[in-house]
């Protein structure tokens, strides 16, 4: 399944979009704080509100601080939020599915949710398979405080949607939560956002599985990272999982070292190459290029292309939120996924390239060429230096 | 002897690395990072004086749209005579015209007849546009699916163009018999080959 589009009012930094095209590798630009965040937490929301333990919509709204964080400080009149996205099998295939769900706070004092509208429609029923606030809503207005995609005796008819949304990934990987975790205490979120149970991931696949990934992945490393010739995963005296990397540097037989002394880079590199071979539901990646030198984040787009070609997958759709000249000056990737944010006085404004954009692209620019100088920060060196 | 490369892009890295390193077979070659041919004009005079001082110094740049090297030269303020450690050639119109002119080598990557290829790739004003094309007619999949975009993208080339491209030029690449078809070639081998003396 592929998001085919999206259209959000009062999230966040977004007041009102227009229905924006989703392609299978989306590439989100934006100079710091116009919401690529943002936009990609909209996918983890819905995620949240569907996930199977604990999940549901006013958690989801009150662990992103509650209604007053989560909608837009554009919106003075219109408190309501809303969200629509629609799915497809494939994305030049008409749509299948939409979702829709609009919500606001309670009011009162009160910290909770009110579900304002939740509508679910197929493709080639005349009739919605699900619009709310329904008769039973009126009957008993308690209903609204839960969505019915959350409820599995109420998303029975749209089932698709809601493991779609379940299945959605996240991964913003911070290395040092990975090394020093167990020394600060580290308390690790649900759905580990930052990576740091990245080897309980990497311990819980099948071993044949994380053998032949491991071997995938020791061959981008041994071209990427001087002097890497091995990796191999390991349980510990006390069963915890570790990776091992050899270096030809060091002595002949000096051994293995652990995931605790691989730099930054190489873990960051190791985690991405293995979620690309893991799985087919959506993935969300915050700037991947952290990290990493040059040469390897130019080679990202082709990295997501390789693993597909090899897997004989269906394409994983990707969204990344990047910064980086290197990631996006490169002529094969297909521009139509790219989104650029715009500040504006009325909110962010999501951007799609036009007509002459694409054209460009397609006469040899590339989007770091052509979208790069639009997104950049409107300022020169002296404005930045403050002392 | 230490030569340093200074190519537009991985593909004229490629081609330069094969001929000099064949002409010149105990060199050691350095490359300058490939960020297009601005950044190839805005370091000239430093080349210049790299050739003059330290090593020689082969830059690679392709014509593009410039009737002739005289008028590239011109736009970028290059000052004859150049230093002779400094080699400046420019591919006609670009290096593709250079990989098309193997014709045998080349009908046997793309999996394409001899006669699909034209003759004189130095009078193709758009070769990379040609070879795109060529791909699409390939009957190897690879070809198709790695050398030209996906059907529908905006994009210029697919995420394989220069690694298969790269790797014909460094092993399979026969540019003796491509300099028959490219007077711009040859003339880049035959000053390449000085170099060695």
Redesign the interface.
């Known amino acids: 399944m592929y998001l085919t589009h999206v259209q959000l009012k009062n999230w966040r930094n977004f007041k009102q979009t227009a229905p924006v095209n989703l392609r299978d590798k989306v590439y989100l630009l934006g100079a710091n704080a116009v919401g690529k965040s943002n936009f990609l937490d909209v996918f983890r929301f819905l995620r949240d509100i569907t996930k199977e333990s604990g999940g549901g919509i006013q958690r989801a709204v009150s662990e992103r601080g509650g209604m007053k964080m989560l909608r837009c400080l554009h919106a003075r009149n219109d408190s309501e939020v809303s969200i629509e996205v629609g799915l497809s099998e494939s994305l030049?295939a008409p749509e299948k599915w939409r979702y829709h769900l609009a919500f606001k706070g309670e009011g009162k004092d009160s910290q909770r949710v009110l579900v304002t509208a939740e509508q679910v429609l197929l493709h080639g029923q005349s009739r919605p398979v699900l619009s709310r606030p329904d008769a039973g809503d009126k009957r008993d207005p308690e209903r609204l405080t839960q969505t019915h995609i959350e409820q599995i005796n109420t998303n029975t008819n749209f089932r698709e949607v809601a493991t779609f949304f379940q299945s959605v990934t996240y991964l913003h990987l911070v290395p040092q939560l990975l090394k020093y975790g167990n020394r600060i205490g580290g308390h690790q979120l649900e759905d580990d956002p930052f990576g740091q149970g990245f080897l309980d991931k990497v311990a819980c696949a099948p071993e044949r599985v994380r053998n032949s990934r491991l071997k995938k992945i020791q061959k981008v490393l041994a071209h990427a990272i001087p002097q890497f010739s091995d990796l191999k995963f390991e349980l510990d005296k006390g069963g915890k999982p570790h990776l091992l990397g050899r270096y030809e540097h060091y002595r002949p037989h000096a051994g293995w070292t652990r995931e605790e002394h691989f730099s930054d880079g190489t873990l960051r590199l190791i985690s991405l190459l293995w979620l690309l071979l893991d799985g087919e539901s959506l993935l969300l990646l915050e700037e991947p290029e952290l990290s990493l030198d040059d040469k390897i984040v130019s080679q990202i787009?082709?990295l997501l292309?390789?693993a597909e070609?090899a897997g004989k997958r269906k394409p994983r759709q990707t969204f990344i939120s990047t910064h980086s000249y290197a990631l996006l000056n490169n002529?094969?990737?297909?521009?139509?996924g790219i989104l650029w944010l715009k500040p504006t006085s009325e909110g962010t404004e999501i951007r799609t390239?036009s007509e002459h954009e694409?054209a460009q692209?397609?006469?040899?620019?590339t989007p770091a060429d052509v979208f790069l100088p639009k997104v950049a920060a409107r300022l020169n060196d002296q404005q930045l230096s403050f002392i | 002897m230490y030569i340093q490369i200074a190519a537009e892009d991985p593909l004229g890295r490629a081609v330069m690395q094969r001929i000099v390193s064949d002409a010149v077979p105990h060199a050691e070659l350095h490359f300058t990072a490939c960020r297009g041919n601005d950044y190839l004009k805005q370091k000239f005079s430093a080349f210049a004086t790299i050739a003059q001082h330290q090593n020689p110094v082969v830059v690679i740049t392709d014509l593009d749209q410039f009737p002739c090297a005289t008028a590239l030269m011109a736009h970028w303020k290059i000052r004859q005579p150049l230093p002779a450690g400094l080699l400046f050639r420019v591919a006609v119109h670009e290096v593709e015209s250079w990989l098309l002119a193997d014709r045998a080598g080349f009908s046997k990557l793309f999996g394409i007849p001899q006669q699909k290829l034209p003759g004189t790739p130095d009078s193709v004003s758009d070769p990379?546009e040609l070879v795109i094309q060529l791909a699409r007619s390939s009957r190897l999949k690879s070809i198709r699916?790695g050398i030209a975009?996906?059907p529908?993208?905006?994009?210029?080339?697919?995420?394989?163009?220069n690694?298969i491209l790269t790797q014909f030029v460094l092993n399979a690449w026969d540019y003796q018999a491509a300099c028959r078809n490219s007077d711009s070639l040859a003339r880049a081998v035959h000053r390449i080959a000085q170099l060695a003396e």
Do not use: T, V
């Open positions: 030049d787009p082709n292309h390789k070609m002529e094969s990737i297909d521009a139509r390239p694409l692209i397609r006469a040899g620019l | 990379k699916l975009p996906a529908g993208a905006a994009a210029s080339k697919g995420f394989q163009y690694e």
